[in-house]
């Protein structure tokens, strides 16, 4: 489909948000994906969140790694530098670039084989150092471009297209998050954009480390009837913990939620979550009831989305390893070449 | 014993377990000679281990500035039973050995002194907590060494203050054991040895550094602010020196770092770090040896084809696999100039010595910038690891970083049509832009996936192959910018030259004049970066043979010369050492001599009168 490019024109009157923006500036190039991929949702929830939160596309960076997923960052945000990178190391990446300039914004998208399998190691470290960042892996337990293999997320005993029996058990990212230190931890259906919308947004103005684990079914080799990652499947297991609001500094727009018990988190860049819990049984700040909540509902064969975990210890990786406040990239030559004088002095050391 | 052997031309070796303490008592050995003013050329040969396996430290003393290693030990501080023999056999005839001698031993030679030191029972008598009395056995070998030798003891017991200048408390005790190992030697050995350091100014405008240091202080100094590594022997040195002088010279008002120093999971996100923020703005680099080379290969790949500026130390080590990490090598060369499958190909720079360690790795980040490309700046461990002699470093401070093409927001309100991978200029390097530079132009999709002048994704042959060809346009432009190659025309009729690269060149140099003594006159061209210049092929048009020096197995830099320039294979003769050690003249010296018996028409390509030496 890269053949179709999208009209430049746009209608007059299509709404705006606070920086004069239309949900048109936020787009990307017209996605190649299949028909009906859930991955394309995803993309639809991102333009959605930041034209709701009103960030200038270009102060984010969408970094990715290799795979359906990962060729997202091209289908929004085209105003925004894009880096596909190589399979499994989108996190490196993002790592580095963050350290050039923590100010921006860094949006990293990946699926379950460039997370699970091939990038596990660099996941994992990414979350220990708690990079300031917004990982949403497109989690639909398969190899999509390679046709079809089972990845590291697919459920045991679910069975592929043509019938074959997955051995092996499958790895929970949000549990792994949690137990590696991730600040915010949340699982949604990307055929749930009311849900998915409000925790991306959240994620985003988390500081420290969010990961959003989406279950975005493949049409084409992972939406069958023994599938525990297809449309019908989700839409039948779906336990959803919490409805979110996130309000950053503008008049909080109510909600109509079922009635529960509410959370109110105020995040380090003043915006305010409002957590409405659908079920007393869990506190989403403790990250051991967290885990048990998690791990009870995946012996049931449900799938848990919402918040899942959030430490209101807002922390990132500038943080922890003193960095200066100013972005690394816009330092000048005063600031960082000591100069002659300062070499005379060292090579009085050295003598 | 020569005469002129006898003053400021002599080679300590000292054998230790290692652990023990006894590196800071030989740099110290070391420090103190340098400080007399005679160049020092100080040689660390270490296990890779953390306790108790053999360890060796080599300095040799040349008046005359000579600073490859050099075999005949003149003197040998044996302090190790395990290596006795093969410590005992290295000695030159007439030669001397110190040992402790707490347990006595008969070395089986006569045509060396053999001195005795009961250094262990010294230690015992003076000191009762077990630590001590290890850690002070080095410093008694080097209290009766330094009076057997000349060593100046005013600049022992200066270096020993600055040594332990946040532990004041430990200096009385060092320099008190500095005097028991002088009172012994001077009660039982009244004569002192045939070799002896004498106060020269030969070290005057000179500093002693290892290359690892200099390199970290050239990221300094070109500002470099993020470092991402992963620990490997023997380049860990290059991150810590950086981090070292980022706090020193790099912490602002607020007490933070003006750096960002990141001990990665692995190699491969060690170089990914690095290419996130080069891409995102900042210079960065990552430092790594072979083994990290392969680990990184996909990632240089990928560097290379969305052209991204990347700077790597790799501090060469023995290989292949994990090879002889302790041992020195110059054996990535190939695998570092075409790094990553496909067709790839990258800038080196060979530096000599910790000097151009310093100029290169400063220059690294400019020339990386401006050919939007990763460049590998090629120490190896003995260059890296061991101190050097050098001229003090210098900077211009009218020097500004070459930033290469980056367009600001100012520049993009005027371009009309960026395209990331559009040659404006014609030499293959196109505009980049930062990440949140405008807020409506000059946002590109970076990827490693065959793309189009505007960075979106291709499949077409013809784009593809314009692309690919362009890339190469800019090595070709890298070729004009890159440093040249040092040529000597030391004998100007002479037919035969000789090449070498990096820490190679002070054994060449030294062959060099010993091949002129005996009346064979070549000339010398030691190459300083690839992809080459015209230089190079220039320099062997003049010339029939030309000798490759190089500390490989397999002649990889003759197989770049062959693969890379017109230059005939046979006019390439290898001379080819790869036991690890640090080369020495003796060395390059017969091999040449080797090879005139063997060609008979070498022997009359060097029959010409030496001009110079």
């Keep these: ?351 | 014993m020569q005469i002129d052997k006898t003053f400021n031309d002599f080679v300590l070796k000292f054998g230790n377990i290692n652990g023990s303490g006894s590196a800071s008592a030989n740099l110290l050995c070391a420090k103190a000679l340098f400080r007399m003013g005679l160049p020092v050329t100080p040689k660390n040969i270490f296990p890779s281990n953390i306790q108790g396996m053999p360890t060796w430290y080599e300095i040799r003393v040349s008046e005359a500035g000579f600073q490859a290693r050099r075999d005949g030990i003149d003197v040998m501080v044996a302090m190790n039973p395990q290596t006795y023999r093969q410590d005992v056999e290295c000695v030159v005839p007439g030669g001397t050995l110190i040992y402790d001698s707490t347990m006595k031993r008969n070395f089986g030679r006569d045509d060396i002194d053999v001195l005795g030191i009961p250094i262990s029972k010294l230690c015992a008598d003076n000191w009762s907590d077990p630590r001590q009395r290890q850690l002070f056995k080095n410093v008694v070998y080097l209290g009766a060494l330094a009076r057997l030798i000349d060593i100046d003891n005013e600049i022992l017991e200066t270096l020993i203050a600055e040594q332990f200048r946040s532990k004041p408390k430990l200096v009385k005790p060092n320099i008190e054991a500095l005097e028991i190992g002088r009172e012994y030697s001077r009660e039982n050995f009244p004569n002192r040895l045939k070799v002896r350091a004498r106060k020269s100014t030969r070290t005057r405008g000179k500093i002693m550094i290892s290359g690892n240091e200099a390199a970290a202080l050239g990221a300094i100094y070109a500002e470099a602010t993020v470092a991402s590594w992963y620990p490997i022997t023997p380049s860990t040195s290059v991150a810590e020196a950086f981090e070292r002088y980022a706090k020193r010279f790099r912490t602002d008002e607020d007490g933070k770092l003006r750096a960002a120093i990141i001990q990665a999971e692995d190699e491969l996100s060690a170089v990914g770090m690095a290419i996130g923020a080069n891409w995102n703005g900042a210079r960065a680099f990552t430092a790594t040896s072979g083994p990290g080379i392969s680990l990184m290969s996909e990632f240089i790949g990928l560097a290379y084809f969305s052209e991204i500026p990347l700077v790597l130390f790799n501090i060469q080590r023995g290989g292949p696999s994990t090879g002889m990490p302790t041992r020195t090598q110059q054996s990535d060369v190939l695998s570092c100039a075409y790094a990553s499958h496909g067709d790839t190909k990258h800038v080196l720079l060979f530096p000599v010595d910790p000097g151009e360690c310093f100029t290169f790795g400063a220059d690294a980040f400019d020339l990386a910038e401006r050919l939007q490309t990763p460049v590998f700046v090629m120490s190896d461990l003995d260059i890296g690891m061991n101190d050097w002699v050098i001229d003090e470093f210098t900077w211009d401070d009218e020097r500004r970083a070459d930033r290469g093409k980056v367009l600001d927001a100012v520049a993009l309100e005027q371009v009309a049509d960026f395209g990331r991978y559009r040659d404006v200029d014609g030499d293959g390097i196109a505009y980049r832009t930062i990440p949140g530079t405008h807020e409506e132009r000059g946002a590109y999709f970076t990827r490693g996936t065959s793309h189009t002048e505007t960075g979106g994704y291709t499949e077409d042959g013809t784009i593809h192959a314009k692309n690919l060809d362009r890339i190469a346009r800019k090595h070709e432009t890298a070729a004009t910018l890159l440093p040249k190659p040092l040529i000597r025309d030391l004998s100007a009729k002479s037919k035969l030259g000789i090449i070498n690269f990096g820490s190679t060149d002070s054994a060449v140099r030294e062959a060099l004049i010993l091949l002129a003594r005996e009346g064979h006159g070549l000339n010398h061209m030691r190459i300083r970066s690839f992809p080459f210049g015209e230089e190079i092929e220039a320099f062997a048009a003049r010339h029939d043979y030309l000798f490759v020096v190089e500390q490989n197995r397999d002649a990889q830099m003759r197989h770049l010369l062959v693969a890379e320039t017109d230059i005939s294979a046979r006019k390439l003769l290898p001379i080819l050492n790869y036991d690890g050690m640090p080369l020495t003249a003796a060395f390059v010296h017969d091999a040449v001599l080797n090879l005139f018996a063997e060609y008979e028409d070498i022997a009359e390509a060097c029959a010409t009168p030496i001009t110079a030496a």
């Design chain 1, 1 to 351: 489909m890269t053949h179709i490019a999208k009209p430049k024109f746009s209608h007059p009157n299509l709404p705006k948000n606070g920086l004069g923006l239309t949900r048109r500036n936020y787009e990307g190039v017209v996605s190649t994906l299949c028909a009906g991929c859930g991955h394309d949702s995803v993309s639809a929830a991102i333009i959605e969140a930041c034209y709701e939160l009103e960030i200038p596309a270009h102060k984010i960076a969408k970094i990715s790694g290799i795979g359906c997923s990962s060729k997202t960052t091209n289908y929004f945000l085209n105003r925004a530098h894009g880096f596909n990178s190589v399979h499994g190391r989108m996190p490196s990446v993002a790592t580095g670039a963050n350290l050039a300039n923590g100010e921006l914004t860094y949006l990293g998208v990946s699926g379950d084989g460039d997370t699970a399998s091939i990038g596990l190691g660099q996941f994992s470290h990414a979350v220990r150092r708690r990079l300031n960042m917004v990982y949403i892996v497109e989690n639909n337990g398969t190899y999509g471009l390679t046709k079809g293999q089972f990845s590291a997320t697919n459920d045991k005993r679910s069975k592929n297209r043509k019938g074959v029996e997955n051995q092996f058990d499958s790895i929970d990212l949000c549990s792994l998050a949690i137990e590696l230190g991730a600040g915010f931890v949340a699982r949604s259906f990307s055929g749930d954009k009311a849900q998915l919308v409000p925790l991306i947004k959240a994620g985003m103005s988390y500081h420290g480390f969010a990961l959003i684990d989406v279950i975005s079914p493949c049409v084409t080799f992972n939406n069958h009837t023994s599938s525990t990652k297809s449309y019908d499947y989700l839409r039948a297991h779906n336990q959803v913990m919490d409805r979110l609001d996130i309000v950053a500094s503008r008049p909080e727009i109510s909600a109509d939620y079922e009635p529960g018990t509410a959370i109110d988190v105020t995040l380090h860049d003043g915006s305010q979550i409002n957590l409405h819990k659908l079920s007393s049984e869990y506190d989403p700040t403790d990250a051991d009831t967290a885990l048990s909540n998690l791990n009870r509902y995946k012996r049931q064969g449900t799938v848990v989305t919402g918040v899942l975990y959030l430490d209101p210890d807002e922390v990132d990786l500038h943080d922890v390893m003193n960095s200066s406040k100013q972005p690394l990239n816009s330092l000048g030559q005063s600031e960082l070449c000591p100069g002659a004088d300062a070499l005379e002095a060292l090579n009085a050391q050295y003598r």
